[in-house]
């Protein structure tokens, strides 16, 4: 689909656009939203299983029902969970070991421990993998905005600048199989260098599906990579890897809470507890969020309520969506009263990194707003990021990057329900440098009212309306 201008199709819902100067409830601040994110920071690294996600589970059970929501529950949900220790790895020229270099890395999520695994090092190429310690370097991907301009249904660009912004993601181009090939090639060993990361960073938390890999790896940063490298370029080089990391299934939660509105059906908004480290924008930021909206919804009488409202905050997304997936299979009931399924994650602000360092830009990442490709829908978000200036803004089809968005929340969009799913991908998103500067604060305010006014435009709609008219 090429770029189409939302307006010069629909006309906004009646009153959208006065829906800002209507607002019914407390607004909860910037301020109040930064000291949730603040507290949830002191739990430390959030990981599947750690006990830094129970205890945000715990806070959060509690501030759901401070709020006044309704059975307030903790489901349980069963996930892999992977816990490393210390990963190094040592390099010497064959046969000359007193010229041996030590690297100290971060361990390549869900891969296997080892110690003392001795094997040539080489560079990665399939047909000379196997059994040998593997070195390939990773660069994060840049996407070009004029591209996902194209793919939009409506872009908010006040101030004129996706024509030419690139933004840089998180991601290499393997994404989360940074490491598959290695292992269909029968590798030992791996070793990934993030020689095209544009900060010194050896703690990049991927992959994150939660699928155990056979073979033991570490992450190196950009300049020991380049050392490494040197190294290679020499010639042949033997190499011993040392990895501590323990895989094994757990229990995390999923925290429910509700509050009563008009009619049977049902809004549901949501994001997840966990993060890969002690996360600000993945996903402190989200759950910030999510509970300004159960704030802003449980200071509205009930009768004045659109829908009813589920409000979800899941376990282990950096453990493959297990969370989200496993609230889709138990609710299945639930879903079919599902008006509309609000996802909101990474409140993000821009950086630029000079190959050290990261700094901020003072502009917010690019945001992407997945929205089920229904014109009323469609138009109502559209018109609440005019309403909000919510600049450097995108609605998106749901399946611009693939089957489903790229959010904790893709399971409901599968399962059919309309959605409305908000996502920025800053490059340091799951980097130990994910810190509280990095929530881009401006916008928290903006975002909350937006969503209210995204969730207002459904007020008198049905589940079955939504899905049809997005099905047509």
């Given at each position: 689909?090429?770029?189409?201008?939302?307006e010069?199709l629909?006309c906004?819902?009646?009153?959208?656009?006065?829906i800002g100067?209507?607002?019914?409830?407390?607004?909860?601040?910037a301020s109040?939203?930064?000291?949730?994110i603040?507290v949830i920071?002191?739990?430390?690294?959030r990981?599947?299983?750690?006990?830094?996600?129970?205890?945000?589970?715990?806070?959060?059970?509690?501030?759901?029902?401070?709020?006044g929501?309704r059975?307030v529950?903790?489901?349980?949900?069963?996930l892999?969970m992977?816990?490393p220790g210390?990963?190094?790895?040592?390099?010497?020229?064959?046969g000359?070991s007193?010229r041996t270099q030590?690297?100290?890395?971060?361990a390549?999520?869900?891969?296997?421990?080892?110690?003392d695994?001795e094997?040539?090092?080489?560079?990665?190429?399939?047909a000379?993998a196997r059994?040998?310690?593997v070195?390939?370097?990773l660069?994060?991907?840049?996407?070009p905005?004029?591209a996902?301009r194209e793919?939009?249904?409506?872009?908010?660009?006040?101030?004129?600048?996706?024509g030419t912004?690139?933004?840089?993601l998180?991601?290499g181009?393997h994404f989360?199989?940074v490491?598959d090939a290695?292992?269909?090639a029968?590798?030992?060993?791996y070793?990934g260098?993030?020689?095209?990361?544009?900060w010194r960073t050896?703690h990049?938390?991927?992959?994150?599906?939660a699928?155990p890999?056979?073979?033991s790896?570490?992450?190196?940063?950009?300049p020991d990579g380049?050392?490494l490298q040197?190294?290679l370029?020499?010639?042949?080089?033997?190499?011993?890897?040392?990895?501590?990391a323990?895989?094994?299934?757990?229990t995390?939660?999923?925290?429910v809470?509700?509050?009563p509105?008009a009619?049977?059906?049902?809004v549901?908004?949501?994001?997840?507890?966990?993060?890969p480290w002690?996360?600000?924008v993945e996903?402190?930021?989200?759950?910030a969020?999510?509970l300004?909206?159960?704030?802003y919804?449980?200071?509205?009488?009930?009768?004045?309520?659109?829908?009813?409202?589920?409000?979800?905050?899941?376990a282990?997304?950096?453990a493959?969506?297990?969370g989200?997936?496993s609230?889709?299979?138990?609710?299945?009931?639930?879903l079919?009263?599902?008006?509309?399924?609000?996802?909101?994650?990474?409140?993000?602000?821009?950086?630029r990194?000079?190959?050290?360092?990261l700094?901020?830009?003072?502009?917010p990442e690019p945001?992407?707003w997945f929205?089920s490709?229904?014109?009323?829908?469609?138009?109502a978000?559209?018109?609440?990021?005019?309403?909000?200036q919510?600049?450097?803004?995108?609605?998106?089809p749901?399946?611009?990057?693939g089957?489903?968005?790229?959010?904790?929340?893709?399971?409901?969009?599968?399962?059919?329900?309309?959605?409305?799913q908000?996502?920025?991908a800053?490059?340091?998103?799951f980097?130990a440098e994910?810190?509280?500067?990095?929530?881009?604060?401006?916008?928290?305010?903006?975002?909350?009212?937006?969503?209210?006014?995204?969730?207002?435009?459904?007020?008198?709609?049905?589940?079955?309306?939504?899905?049809?008219?997005?099905?047509d």
């Amino acid at each position: 689909m090429g770029f189409i201008h939302i307006e010069d199709l629909f006309c906004w819902p009646p009153g959208l656009e006065d829906i800002g100067m209507k607002l019914g409830g407390h607004v909860p601040s910037a301020s109040q939203m930064l000291a949730d994110i603040e507290v949830i920071l002191r739990f430390g690294i959030r990981r599947p299983g750690y006990q830094a996600d129970c205890q945000a589970e715990a806070w959060a059970a509690e501030r759901f029902a401070e709020l006044g929501l309704r059975d307030v529950a903790a489901e349980p949900v069963q996930l892999q969970m992977w816990r490393p220790g210390q990963a190094s790895l040592d390099v010497w020229p064959l046969g000359d070991s007193a010229r041996t270099q030590h690297f100290d890395g971060f361990a390549l999520p869900y891969t296997q421990a080892c110690t003392d695994l001795e094997r040539d090092l080489v560079t990665f190429d399939a047909a000379a993998a196997r059994d040998q310690i593997v070195v390939e370097p990773l660069s994060l991907l840049e996407l070009p905005q004029s591209a996902l301009r194209e793919a939009a249904a409506f872009a908010y660009d006040p101030d004129g600048e996706l024509g030419t912004l690139v933004q840089t993601l998180p991601f290499g181009q393997h994404f989360n199989t940074v490491a598959d090939a290695a292992v269909a090639a029968g590798a030992a060993g791996y070793v990934g260098l993030l020689t095209g990361v544009p900060w010194r960073t050896c703690h990049y938390y991927v992959p994150y599906d939660a699928k155990p890999r056979p073979l033991s790896g570490l992450w190196l940063s950009g300049p020991d990579g380049h050392r490494l490298q040197v190294l290679l370029d020499s010639g042949q080089c033997r190499a011993r890897l040392n990895v501590d990391a323990r895989q094994d299934t757990g229990t995390s939660h999923n925290i429910v809470g509700g509050l009563p509105g008009a009619g049977d059906e049902t809004v549901l908004i949501g994001s997840h507890h966990d993060a890969p480290w002690a996360s600000a924008v993945e996903d402190a930021s989200g759950m910030a969020l999510v509970l300004a909206q159960a704030a802003y919804w449980a200071s509205v009488p009930a009768a004045e309520r659109p829908h009813n409202f589920t409000f979800l905050l899941t376990a282990g997304h950096m453990a493959g969506g297990a969370g989200t997936r496993s609230f889709v299979a138990r609710h299945a009931s639930l879903l079919e009263q599902v008006v509309l399924a609000v996802h909101l994650e990474h409140a993000a602000a821009e950086v630029r990194g000079d190959g050290e360092r990261l700094e901020l830009t003072g502009q917010p990442e690019p945001r992407w707003w997945f929205t089920s490709p229904e014109p009323e829908l469609q138009a109502a978000v559209a018109g609440a990021l005019r309403s909000e200036q919510l600049s450097r803004s995108f609605v998106l089809p749901p399946t611009v990057f693939g089957d489903a968005p790229t959010t904790d929340g893709s399971a409901f969009y599968l399962a059919g329900v309309p959605i409305v799913q908000f996502l920025t991908a800053p490059m340091y998103l799951f980097d130990a440098e994910d810190t509280i500067d990095k929530i881009h604060v401006p916008s928290l305010e903006p975002l909350t009212r937006a969503v209210i006014q995204i969730i207002e435009s459904v007020r008198g709609r049905s589940a079955a309306q939504l899905r049809a008219a997005a099905r047509d």
